[in-house]
């Protein structure tokens, strides 16, 4: 009996280490609406690469699928704190190298009432590949994200019937090694452009207030670095303003209060 109880806990102990040597990743997709009223993509769910047991990269990816019925989701809503879940799934300790989106073929955009539908101009666009290098702790949840920008990803060409192309661009970064700074809009009924670039002028993040409360957030930013946030509105009636300075710390959210649109005199 004594013995079967040492085998017992032996093999609880060791059930216990292998649960704590994988980490949970959780795939998040957040946009914009940019220029258009709402934005819908077709979401099938996303492939993860990782390294394999030796440190090689040769490993096969783990599909992790959209579980909703609907796999449709308006990225345009997706700001502020919103955000809509891709798939998750458990990893051993490793690193992330390889995330690829894979989008069906219901994809459209709304304006005004008008429903326009989109098209893929590549097979590359329809399953978007975006290289990283995260690592996979273990006994952790790791929330990677996948900021839609919404002003980038669409070519639309002339004619009496104009044509979008949907072409996604996506910046991905984990929430682990990152933070985000957040504020308000007021009116908060006015649309806004929220385009925030770093230091060295490179674009980082596009972004737009969310109605009806007029709440924003900067996600996705690395600490240590300076930004500069303008605020764009859609409305001529209103001034642009800027931001300057802003900086974030790890995982910590800054709040930078609520930004007044001016009139025009």
């Not at 946030?229 to 300075?245: K, V, W």
């Amino acid at each position: 009996m004594i013995f079967l109880l040492f085998l017992f806990c032996c093999f609880s102990c060791a059930t216990e280490d292998l649960n704590r040597s994988n980490g949970l990743v959780n795939v998040f997709i957040i946009g914009s609406p940019g220029e258009f009223d709402e934005i819908w993509l077709e979401i099938l769910g996303a492939e993860v690469k990782t390294t394999g047991g030796r440190g090689t990269d040769n490993t096969i990816p783990v599909f992790l699928p959209n579980t909703q019925t609907d796999k449709r989701v308006n990225v345009g809503a997706l700001t502020a704190s919103s955000q809509f879940l891709v798939g998750r799934g458990e990893f051993s300790e490793g690193n992330i190298l390889e995330i690829k989106l894979l989008l069906g073929d219901d994809n459209f955009i709304i304006v005004g009432n008008q429903r326009i539908p989109l098209l893929f101009n590549s097979e590359q666009a329809k399953e978007p590949i975006l290289l990283v290098n995260y690592a996979i702790r273990g006994g952790i949840s790791h929330d990677i994200f996948l900021d839609f920008d919404a002003f980038s990803s669409f070519q639309i060409s002339g004619g009496l019937e104009p044509m979008i192309a949907l072409d996604p661009e996506i910046r991905p970064f984990l929430s682990l090694n990152t933070g985000r700074a957040s504020g308000s809009i007021s009116p908060a009924n006015q649309r806004v452009a929220i385009v925030t670039v770093d230091e060295n002028d490179i674009l980082w993040s596009t972004t737009s207030s969310q109605a009806p409360s007029g709440n924003f957030s900067l996600r996705g930013l690395e600490a240590g670095k300076l930004y500069r946030t303008f605020i764009l509105p859609f409305n001529p009636a209103y001034l642009p303003d800027t931001l300057d300075s802003v900086r974030v710390n790890v995982i910590q959210n800054r709040q930078l209060g609520t930004i007044n649109l001016r009139l025009r005199n």
